[in-house]
């Protein structure tokens, strides 16, 4: 039997061995390592006033999958990003233009310390030195009394991220992300009242920062399949 047949009967009868549907087109490569960044997360009166204190969450290790495919010049990051603390409490004050506003809140970044992300970078192409936009959804959520009645809610604060690639291989992808330190316009988060996730101006400050990373190349499942179950298969059928 020629060892042609024998590579279909084989992926026929081993699990592993069939077409791989959704990323079928798109290199694989693993990352895991640091990522300098933070966001604030705050709840301030709405207008010109008193700065509430809020807090800082600290970006920590990020660990993700990437999906590189070439032919379309797109690049998909699967995972998630630690942050520190998780949550926080402070108080809510009312300023110039807010006199008499009161209250105090405790926010939770996150779930159980990290944030998912699934986020595409279009037009990525290789070595061409131009960066790519998509954004992280930094999901937030919390509870609190504010003017003598209790509250509750849950919203989201989105960074606006770049990434530059670098380099690809057969090994590996070399890759840079930032976000441009700044400022986000917020909004009105809580139902009933005028709070809203930022300072006094109604913003809320973010920065992350990642210098030629280096993800490694995962092996394809069909390779994996192939030898690592494959070959005895070809000596039963080389034997027949």
Not at 111 to 123: I, K
Not at 133 to 157: D, H, M, R, T
């Amino acid at each position: 039997m020629k060892i042609s047949r024998t590579l279909q009967i084989a992926a026929t009868l081993i699990p592993g061995l069939a077409p791989v549907t959704g990323h079928a087109q798109s290199q694989t490569y693993y990352y895991s390592g640091p990522v300098s960044g933070y966001t604030g997360v705050d709840l301030s009166p709405d207008g010109m006033g008193y700065d509430s204190p809020g807090y800082d969450v600290t970006f920590g290790t990020l660990t993700e999958t990437l999906y590189y495919n070439p032919a379309a010049q797109t690049l998909e990051q699967v995972g998630s990003v630690t942050v520190s603390p998780s949550s926080g409490s402070f108080n809510i004050e009312g300023g110039i233009f807010t006199p008499g506003e009161s209250g105090s809140a405790t926010l939770t970044v996150g779930n159980n310390g990290s944030v998912s992300f699934d986020n595409t970078f279009g037009g990525f192409a290789i070595g061409s030195g131009v960066s790519y936009g998509s954004s992280l959804s930094v999901p937030v959520s919390g509870s609190g009394i504010y003017n003598g009645e209790a509250f509750s809610g849950s919203w989201n604060i989105y960074i606006p991220l770049f990434a530059e690639p670098v380099a690809i291989s057969l090994t590996s992808l070399t890759f840079s992300e930032f976000a441009f330190e700044g400022a986000q316009q917020g909004s009105l988060v809580i139902p009933g009242t005028d709070l809203v996730d930022g300072v006094s101006d109604g913003t809320y400050y973010y920065s992350w920062q990642q210098e030629n990373a280096v993800a490694s190349a995962v092996p394809e499942p069909n390779s994996l399949a192939l030898f690592g179950l494959g070959l005895p298969a070809l000596a039963f059928w080389r034997r027949r």
